[in-house]
């Protein structure tokens, strides 16, 4: 017998009684980000593995664990991304985009990171990235971060916090490194494992342990502010002011690291407590290095991603919802003869009334499972062709929602009405 085949682990599939809300948050997001002058690109799923090694860093958990990275026929080392924002540099570079421009892009879409699924954690997970180029001032993130409280405004989101922190410029950065090492080595008894692994490959993280056993010495480390160079600092105090101006409220929390390398000065999360562990639904930050490790031209950069999937479950926590469409007319032939003749209207009411939705009853059976079924699609009206119909040239309708008899019209007059309750 053969075995039922399933999906993959963390990799789920919407059904169409998701997919309402899921359109809302887009349809919103896309308004959004119109309004503030970004343009869409959209690159593939699949890169060279150098894409992101590179980009995301060889020693963070992303590269490390958790890409579905394969060599293709030709022996090629390929990745499913992770992520968007190395992608879609290596696009701009290629296409000549970035030179001495600016550029206000977003994408969406899947992306595949090997983590151990639980709520709000996926295999495939869903983000809206944006990316913004040739901006170096605290000005651009600030109108990032700008337009995603308005986004959550427009979503009616409540119990978002702004978290964010500097991680300065990479000179400060090497010299807080040192200076963790130098810390954590001194506590090497106390570190656990993956902490131990981290201490010469990517030190920072540790700061990121979630691992309450840790906590202590990760609460007595070194803090960051303490090595910030003087012209990130400004570039931060900047940034604070800009956001208290527009009276968007924020948290710093120094031990904000991000767990991709590309990041220096403005790091930012959005984070919520109703999503349990998985809290952080949209995050980002600054990245002035990445075009240039890329071969480009120096370039400041900033972006962010939103966790498509844990926004979606905030929303319906907090009692969203969204209806799917539901067919205004449903079209059923009396007889297996008048078949053609109600492909035929359905394409004349298609044409007269564009936008309404009319759904033809196709697969045959007797006119009482034809009720039943436009019942069960929640359809308005139906409308019945049968031969006496084909005869006079008319069309019964029925309202399937007032109870109202039945009535015998022209077809003239069956679009006057849709054209009527369309306007309604
Ligand atoms: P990230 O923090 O890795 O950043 O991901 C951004 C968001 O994607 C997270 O805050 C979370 O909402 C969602 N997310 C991440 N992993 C998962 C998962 N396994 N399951 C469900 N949701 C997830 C980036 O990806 C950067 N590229 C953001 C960026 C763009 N920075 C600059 N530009």
């Not at 000549?96 to 151990?116: A, D, I, N, V």
């Not at 692994?197 to 840790?214: F, Q, V």
């Not at 998985?278 to 120096?298: H, I, M, S, W």
């Amino acid at each position: 017998m053969a075995t039922t085949l399933q999906s993959i682990r963390g990799m789920n599939d919407l059904l169409p009684s998701e997919t309402p809300l899921w359109q809302a948050l887009e349809a919103a997001s896309r308004a959004v980000l119109r309004a503030y002058g970004f343009e869409e690109v959209r690159f593939p799923l699949l890169e060279q593995t150098a894409v992101f090694a590179r980009s995301i860093g060889e020693h963070t958990d992303i590269v490390e664990k958790e890409m579905y990275t394969f060599e293709d026929r030709n022996g090629d080392s390929l990745s499913l991304r992770p992520e968007g924002t190395a992608g879609c540099v290596r696009a701009m570079l290629e296409h000549g985009l970035l030179r001495g421009q600016t550029q206000r892009l977003w994408y969406m879409g899947p992306m595949f990171r090997h983590e151990r699924p639980q709520k709000g954690r996926y295999r495939q997970f869903h983000q809206i990235g944006v990316e913004a180029f040739g901006m170096a001032g605290p000005d651009i993130d600030a109108e990032l971060i700008l337009m995603t409280a308005r986004l959550w405004r427009q979503l009616e989101l409540k119990g978002l916090t702004l978290q964010i922190n500097s991680l300065g410029s990479s000179v400060a950065r090497a010299k807080y490194r040192a200076e963790l090492v130098r810390y954590f080595s001194s506590h090497e008894k106390a570190l656990d494992a993956d902490s131990h692994r981290r201490l010469t490959a990517n030190p920072l993280r540790i700061l990121d342990s979630k691992n309450p056993a840790m906590a202590d010495l990760i609460a007595a480390a070194p803090a960051f502010a303490d090595y910030l160079d003087a012209e990130s600092a400004a570039h931060f105090e900047s940034l604070q002011s800009l956001l208290k101006d527009a009276g968007v409220p924020c948290e710093v929390n120094p031990r904000l690291v991000r767990g991709l390398d590309y990041y220096g000065l403005t790091v930012f999360e959005w984070v919520t407590r109703d999503l349990g562990a998985q809290g952080a639904v949209c995050a980002g930050g600054r990245y002035d290095g990445l075009v240039e490790l890329f071969g480009g031209p120096p370039t400041p950069a900033v972006g962010f991603a939103l966790g498509m999937e844990r926004l979606i479950a905030l929303w319906q926590g907090q009692g969203q919802k969204a209806e799917a469409d539901t067919p205004a007319v449903y079209l059923m032939p009396v007889e297996p003869e008048c078949v053609g003749a109600i492909l035929k209207l359905a394409e004349q009411l298609r044409d007269a009334c564009p936008g309404l939705q009319i759904e033809t009853h196709c697969g045959g059976g007797s006119l009482k499972s034809q009720f039943k079924r436009a019942d069960r699609v929640g359809a308005k009206l139906a409308v019945m062709v049968g031969g006496e119909e084909q005869k006079s040239g008319k069309v019964t309708l029925k309202d399937l929602r007032s109870g109202a008899g039945q009535q015998s019209m022209s077809p003239a007059a069956l679009i006057d009405l849709l054209k009527q309750s369309q306007k309604l």
